[in-house]
């Protein structure tokens, strides 16, 4: 599979960019990871709205969500216009009724509700789900197909069992929005550090970083990671292709 940085920002896009989100395409099969602020935008630098065969949301904060809205407009006013597309499937937690709500809209989308423990087939993909620490309810989700598996921890203080949803995988995309004397201190989220720490006892074989704050220099948030981990790891950057 390959996986696509969409955007890399927590909270807020930087300008000309978007908040954290990710595709994973194989055999021709896209699922967008989260679609927040500026996602929409960025991701047509890739590929056509048209060809997002689903999308997965790992919880309902704006810079996950933003732009739900404005993809099932893009479906709805090709459906008004006379070139109907498939109804796009949005797959997330029914924990916020309110935010599981707003992903079926009219003919053009539909949710479908996802939750520990069980695997689902998204296209090629068998994904499954574990709930993270968070201020909401929030998902991390695996990703395999072929052999190979992409862990994606969405947003999360560090929790020792992730490690074990994460074991072995090919490739770890952990959110790392906290610099080191920030550690502990924001509810929900991870310093270099602990993304490190969680990669080591995942055992995976690389360790891409994501959710990045956009004040400070974000190579110390690399170097920490990668001092906690000793493997290979990586800011992540819109656009690069990563194969797993």
Not at 3 to 10: E, M, N
């Amino acid at each position: 599979m390959n996986v696509i940085p969409v955007g890399i920002w927590g909270g807020y896009p930087k300008a000309e960019s978007a908040t954290s989100s990710f595709l994973i395409e194989h055999e021709g099969f896209r699922v967008l990871f989260d679609c927040g602020s500026g996602v929409l935008a960025q991701v047509q630098r890739y590929i056509t709205l048209d060809e997002i065969d689903a999308v997965v949301i790992s919880h309902y904060h704006a810079d996950h969500v933003a732009d739900v809205g404005s993809l099932q407009y893009h479906h709805l006013i090709a459906y008004y216009t006379g070139r109907p597309l498939r109804k796009l499937t949005f797959y997330g937690h029914d924990r916020d009724a309110d935010g599981f709500g707003r992903l079926t809209y009219k003919e053009v989308a539909e949710g479908h509700a996802v939750s520990p423990g069980e695997t689902y087939e998204i296209g090629p993909f068998s994904v499954t789900f574990a709930e993270t620490v968070h201020p909401v309810y929030c998902l991390a989700a695996r990703f395999e197909a072929d052999g190979k598996a992409a862990v994606f921890t969405a947003d999360t203080e560090f929790h020792e069992p992730l490690a074990e949803f994460a074991s072995g995988a090919d490739l770890l995309v952990s959110e790392a929005n906290l610099y080191e004397e920030y550690k502990g201190k924001s509810p929900g989220h991870m310093a270099g550090s602990e993304a490190g720490e969680l990669a080591r006892l995942a055992g995976v074989k690389r360790l891409l970083l994501t959710h990045l704050p956009q004040d400070g220099d974000v190579q110390l948030i690399l170097s920490a990671a990668q001092e906690a981990f000793g493997g290979s790891a990586r800011l992540a950057e819109a656009g690069e292709v990563i194969e797993v």
